[in-house]
């Protein structure tokens, strides 16, 4: 009898094994399914922090060595070396201030999908500017006339190396304002999709916020 009680079990139970061995493959059933992985910022908001901490260090030691030759010379400047225009670049640096404020704004329409603000404060940004490349620049050959070169001086040298990058990194960052003002024209940003813009931003923040610091100690310390 225990022999046929035993045998009615399996039988009973036969068929279920069976569904979940075929069901199964004769394990556990699955995990149930697993929402995918979002990713914390985008690879290209990653890429300009990284080339920003790049660019961080680079200047500092171009800094540092400005530093080391400001702290140790005698006179500074040099005698009989031109002075710097502290009042016009002063000017300067305002209308470099004020371009983060309008390139600040135009993120600030971006998020919103407002199409016709981002425009509007894109082309402010780029016309601050290229108004502060305009002024540098004849800043730069007024110097040069009076005498000011790379190499007449390790002054000079160190004023055009340290003030010289800066003007090419807005340069750089002027054109990478333009190619997205031209996008924006275009409408490919909205309210979810303005990554551009957004590291746009960040690049020419670091462009201006370096800019008070180079003013400050080349030109007024």
């Not at 304002?177 to 924006?184: H, S």
């Amino acid at each position: 009898m225990a022999q046929e009680s035993t045998a009615r079990k399996l039988t009973e139970f036969e068929p279920v094994a069976v569904g979940k061995a075929a069901r199964f493959g004769g394990g556990e059933p699955p995990a149930p399914p697993v929402r995918p992985n979002r990713p914390i910022a985008a690879n290209a908001w990653l890429a300009v922090v990284m080339f920003l901490g790049a660019e961080v260090m680079f200047f500092a030691g171009l800094i540092g060595a400005y530093l080391v030759f400001r702290v140790n010379a005698v006179h500074w400047p040099p005698p009989f070396q031109p002075r710097l225009p502290v009042g016009v670049t002063g000017v300067n640096t305002i209308i470099l201030i004020a371009s983060a404020f309008t390139m600040w704004r135009a993120l600030k329409a971006a998020r919103v999908s407002d199409r016709i603000g981002l425009v509007r404060y894109l082309a402010i940004t780029a016309a601050l500017g290229t108004a502060f490349l305009f002024i540098q620049g004849y800043e730069w050959a007024q110097l040069l006339r009076f005498g000011l070169t790379v190499s007449s001086s390790v002054y000079g040298g160190l004023f055009y190396t340290l003030i010289g990058f800066h003007a090419l990194h807005v340069f750089g960052g002027l054109t990478w304002l333009l190619v997205v003002l031209l996008q924006a024209r275009q409408g490919s940003y909205t309210g979810r999709q303005h990554v551009g813009v957004q590291t746009c931003n960040m690049y020419w923040m670091f462009v201006v916020a370096l800019w008070p610091v180079l003013y400050g100690l080349v030109y007024l310390y």
